[in-house]
């Protein structure tokens, strides 16, 4: 099986897609002749022509508007936003229109779209290169948010996230871009949105997490076994739909909580999880649920020593793990 | 350049409905069929307004004064073109085919009011201004792409061509060579603002130069303009000539909605001068004097109208109340766990008898 990096498995997961269905087009800033600014979609305008991977204006709102018309009208529109940070010019399209146009419509129309865009920090890109927006887009009902943590899962969820009938927002760690590696099968494949996966099963405390936080709670997870301190790692993939029953698995098994995630603490998926656990397994509990998120400043700061202090990192994970392990 | 001059207002017939204009492309029987509908729709805006302060509808947006642009753009379609209107645009859709209690069961707020019945090609009606503009490209980019002959046409109002969506909107559809129509119905006033207030510019269509697109400035009180206009700009479009913009100079002759009070902001002069050349009033001078409909036959078109409506009015009325639990209907194609959850909860309240109520995961 080949080995593939994050960023491979979404282009060639894109590649096949494309071939199998003529109606998905890629459009958005830079994706076509550069083949985007991190890559992913290099190499694909050359193979399928300038009509279905295109180079748009720079207008986000544009972008996603008009996906959502050419959706309507039978396309399978895969617009990128280069990055999350830039996606807010695009809200009124994604959260009035994309996300409510079935309902407002009576089911009359639906819009299969899915918006590509990269996240996250750590990678020293400044105040606006480095966000994680999920959390406001987890809240609308009509959407789907999906963050997948490997290069497998990256693969079977876009390929899902393709076929499905609703708006999907598909966010993609920049850090994990080149630093995941892991085996991507050839064949298509698809991976439920809403099924959460235990990415590793452990007795004493359980680690909720998604994304690139995935691989560094699975450090933390790792460091922690020395210490004989049994970690649970829950991957999330998608955090709408949540995967409630597996939350609640989850927790009802080791009885010790921990949330991670790199999106601000407040309004974060963390607190979403922990009121569903408390709503359904708070007799299941040996301790307090502990959220780890990133702290409530505005943005992650360009400054080394800042993004540092901001990031969550598997120490930090570590820390926190072991100190409910202890409780 | 002197925009007024760049644009000239296209007109056939003048305020007084004199025919200062070539009319060749409109028939007679077409302009008794313009007529009638012209009637019915303004009866059914006027009934709604009614029923509103009677308490039988909710919040209802009219569009007295727009029948002439709405039914001349609509009329100029073909069935396959998409339509993409605002809440004030139930004239197109009804001219189109969407039945005429339609608009009332909108403002009453059944949700069957969001899909059109077939073969009605035309999205649910946008409340967040400007937002259609943007899917009317995509609709028509995608028809190219796609090897369809179909055009989409936007209708918005003046107050939208201040927000970013209409400039997106037409630069994207000018660099894609979208085949799409940018219908904007200068009404003079968005709720309370006039038209001097929301742009500096002289015209709306002068914004097409910008863009680099045909724009055009029609009478839209003037239903021959706007449809012969419309019929050829459609033409061009459908054959590859790229977007156009379409300005078509009207007045909102009531309220922004059944929620507001113009009287407050808007002077009686200028209202008297607007409603001098409206649209319905306009084509009935010239219908008459032209000898094309008698005062009996515009008699009998009023008695068929009001008994159009009234029927309208039955059918909304009589329309079924939504059951509670359809309130989780359509929100995604298959309804996940936890949203299943919470409609189940709320069945049980309803089985129970009590009313609908909070429900969580």
Redesign the interface.
């Known amino acids: 099986m080949a080995v593939l990096s994050y960023l491979e498995a979404i282009r060639e997961t894109l590649r096949q897609e494309m071939r199998r269905d003529s109606r998905i ?1 890629i459009y958005g800033e830079d994706v076509g002749v550069r083949g985007g600014v991190f890559r992913v979609t290099e190499g694909l305008q050359k193979e399928f022509g300038e ?1 279905r991977v295109i180079d ?2 720079l ?1 986000e ?2 972008i996603v ?11 399978r529109p895969v617009p990128e936003i280069q990055f999350a940070d830039f996606i807010f ?1 695009a809200m ?2 994604i959260i ?2 994309a996300a409510r ?10 819009v299969p779209i899915v918006i590509r865009a990269p996240f996250g920090g750590g990678v020293h890109g400044a105040l606006y290169h480095s966000q994680s927006v999920e959390a406001f887009f987890a809240h609308v ?2 959407l ?1 948010v999906v963050i997948p943590a490997t290069p497998y899962d990256a693969k079977g969820l876009l390929a899902a996230a393709i076929e ?3 708006p999907v927002l598909y966010f993609e760690h920049k850090a994990a871009y080149r630093s995941l590696k892991g085996e991507v099968p050839e064949e298509r494949y698809l991976i439920p949105i ?1 099924k959460a996966d235990v990415k590793k099963t452990g007795r004493d405390v359980s680690i909720i997490t998604y994304g690139l936080m995935v691989s560094y709670a699975l450090k933390a997870a790792e460091e922690l076994e020395k210490e004989n301190i049994s970690c649970e790692v829950l991957d999330l993939r998608s955090v709408r ?2 995967d ?2 597996a939350i609640l698995t989850s927790a009802k098994k080791t009885g010790k909580v921990l949330i991670v995630h790199e999106d601000n603490l407040t309004g974060g998926i963390g607190g979403e999880v922990s009121a ?1 656990i408390a ?1 359904h397994a708070l007799f299941y509990l040996d301790a307090p649920i502990v959220r780890l998120a990133g702290p409530d400043v505005p943005a992650m700061p360009y400054s080394p020593p800042l993004e540092h202090a901001f990031m969550v990192s598997p120490e930090k994970i570590r820390d926190k793990a072991r100190e409910l392990a202890q409780f | 350049m002197d925009p007024l001059k760049a644009f000239p207002l296209i007109q056939v017939l003048d305020e007084d409905g004199r025919l200062i204009g070539d009319r060749s492309q409109v028939s007679d029987d077409q302009l008794r069929a313009f007529f009638r509908w012209l009637t019915i729709l303004r009866t059914l805006d006027q009934r709604a307004w009614n029923l509103q302060r009677q308490g039988r509808i909710g919040t209802y947006p009219p569009f007295s004064g727009q029948e002439a642009t709405q039914v001349g753009v609509a009329a100029a379609l073909s069935p396959d073109d ?1 339509l ?1 209107g605002s809440y004030r645009d139930w004239a197109a859709l009804v001219y189109r085919g969407v039945p005429l209690y339609f608009p009332l069961l909108n403002s009453m707020g059944h ?6 019945p077939d073969p009605v090609q035309a ?2 009606v946008q409340v ?1 201004i400007a ?1 259609q ?11 190219k ?2 090897g ?1 002959p179909r055009i ?1 046409v936007a209708l918005f109002g003046d107050g939208a061509t201040s927000q ?2 209409f400039h ?2 037409l ?2 559809a000018s ?1 894609m060579s979208a085949p799409a129509v940018f219908v904007c119905q200068n009404n003079q006033w968005a709720i309370s603002v006039p038209l001097h207030r929301q742009m500096h510019s002289q015209t709306i269509a002068q914004r097409a130069i910008a863009y680099n697109i045909e724009g055009l400035r029609v009478d839209g009180n003037d239903i021959i303009a706007v449809y012969q206009t419309m019929k050829e700009v459609v033409e061009r479009v459908r054959a590859g000539g790229g977007p156009v913009l379409v300005e078509a100079v009207t007045y909102r002759l009531g309220a922004h909605t059944t929620a507001d009070d113009p009287t407050r902001y808007r002077a009686r002069e200028e209202d008297e001068r607007f409603r001098h050349g409206e649209p319905l009033a306009r084509l009935r001078r010239y219908l008459l004097a032209s000898q094309i409909l008698s005062e009996d036959e515009m008699q009998a078109i009023e008695e068929e109208a009001k008994g159009l409506v009234e029927q309208a009015v039955t059918d909304a009325a009589s329309y079924p109340p939504s059951p509670p639990e359809s309130v989780f ?5 298959s309804i ?4 299943l959850s919470q409609q189940e909860e709320l069945a049980r309240r309803v089985r129970e008898g009590r009313r609908g109520g909070q429900s ?2």
């Open positions: 087009i009509e748009s204006p207008a709102a544009a508007g008009t996906a959502i018309g050419a959706a309507i009208n039978g396309l010019p009124n399209q009035q229109e146009i079935r309902y407002r419509s009576n089911g009359a129309f639906h009902p009509g789907k499905d009938e609703d809403g739909p949540l409630v029953e569903l709503e | 998409w993409c949700p069957a009011a969001g899909a059109f999205l649910p967040v937002a503009i943007l899917h009317a490209v995509g609709l028509a980019w995608a028809a792409l796609q369809e989409a970013g969506d997106e909107a630069n994207l660099v209907d359509h929100v995604y194609a996940p766990p936890q949203l969580h995961g």
